[in-house]
């Protein structure tokens, strides 16, 4: 296997490691000799890459919501118009599964952390999660009108949809982690942030990802209502709702607009196709190497 | 010299008030002494393992054991991501070795166990008895003098437990560990121990020594008598 030596060796500290200038072809990678990952040119231009993407996401995403573009007329949709709505609803429905996934791992692990957290925290969790998230939507909307943030509005309530899929699901994944690999973390020393780095997260990543796929689809269903802030706002007119694909699909529905409301549902469809193809998909067949059975 | 690990009157509860499962434990086991615990499901030998290994705390009594132990698993307990050389690496790694260190001991002991053409696979990869194989190796790489085995061979077939009965002889003459081991074969324990400890109840019912030379051959008329005596000590009533 070819092995890249210029990107780290390049850095201070991370020169080519001894046992390399000996012929073994695995390196060490960021100070982590325990886990010896080969890299090639490859890896380290993959990497590159979705930094790349992950900035050009945030730029795009602060763009967008500093100067939105959601008046729209329903009478007078282009392609364009649809494309720039499904672009909205993803950045949208992304914002909020970001949040949603920073907040509900810490917090799963808090809960799940021991019999007595569980005991107390999990009715709480549960009695949350059971209150149906757009019973609360016009007080929401309205905290955020008078923010002038309809956006986070929507980002919200998204959110709050997402979140209790994935902490539930993490919640059973720590259950599954087995008695016998918390007695070797005792045994070996892995403690405190090393036993919730080294072993905690990686044993729920499926846990994550599954519980993430259902996140998504929960929160497509919440968008479609989440876009059309109108029908929440006293005395709100269409447009006040946000370009996306709910607003498109509840607007043109209203209107007798056929085509731009099959032109959206088309898009929606794609769209949920496409990120279960590139996205699920490989994320499902690659947390395979983290299950414990 | 490894130091001895010395139970005093021990005694563990997990329940509050206290539902004692060890009761007035009572041993000492010397350096480099090949120890093996044998007795019913449920009658605390794990427990006391767990009590050496840190995992668990007496309830009252006094134990003397070093800080620092290896311990294999029943289950192999090694973590599904990583590969075969990296879950040794990771364990010694976990004591801060130096990275030069922990890279040398590595691959040592995976060659110690026969693994070193298997130290990029995945667990998943292995068989039942490389896996375990792995689990002894990161239960050595951590360089202690102490090695606990909670029954790692119970899930295998026999021919693969002969085998890796051979290797853990040949690597406790070669590092000279104390060995603490679970057993709930009587065979395996005859075959492996200097002294066998019976357990009744959570209680120490009686210690066996078996003097018989190594290898010991199970076919041999003294063999018998000596898993014979194990069992006729398991059958007599708890001295509570």
Redesign the interface.
Known sequence: MMVSKGLLAARPGFGVPSYMASGFQVRRYLRRPHLLYETTIAHHLAAIGIVLAACGAVVILGLHFANPKDAFNIQDVSPMDVATAAANTFFRMFLAYLIALVASVPLAIVIARTPRTQKILLPIADILQSIPVLAFFPVVVVFFTASHALELAAVFVIFISMLWNIVFTVIGGLQTIPDDIRSAAIVFKVTGLRRFWYITLPAIVPFVITGSLLAWAQGWTVVIVAEVLHTYIPHGTPSQDLLGLGSLLVDSNASSKTSVFVATLAAMILMVALINLFVWQPLLRFSQRFRFD | MPSPIVFSHVEKSYETPPNYVVHDFSLELQPSEFFCLVGASGCGKSTIL?MI???EAPTHGNLTKPDH???V???D?L?????V??NV???????KFE??K??RLTAQYLAMVHLDKFAKK?P?ELSGGQRQRVGIA?ALV?ESDVL?MDEPFSALDPMICDELHLEILQIWAATKKTIVMISHHFEEAVTLADRVGVIIDGRLAQILPVTLPRPRNADEEPFALQVKAIRNALTVPSPS
């Open positions: 767990k290994a840190g995992i132990v290896g311990m698993f029943q289950s307990a973590l599904p991501w990583l590969t050389e990296e690496a990771f364990a010694a790694h976990m004591q990275a030069a922990v890279k995945y998943r990161r951590v606990l």
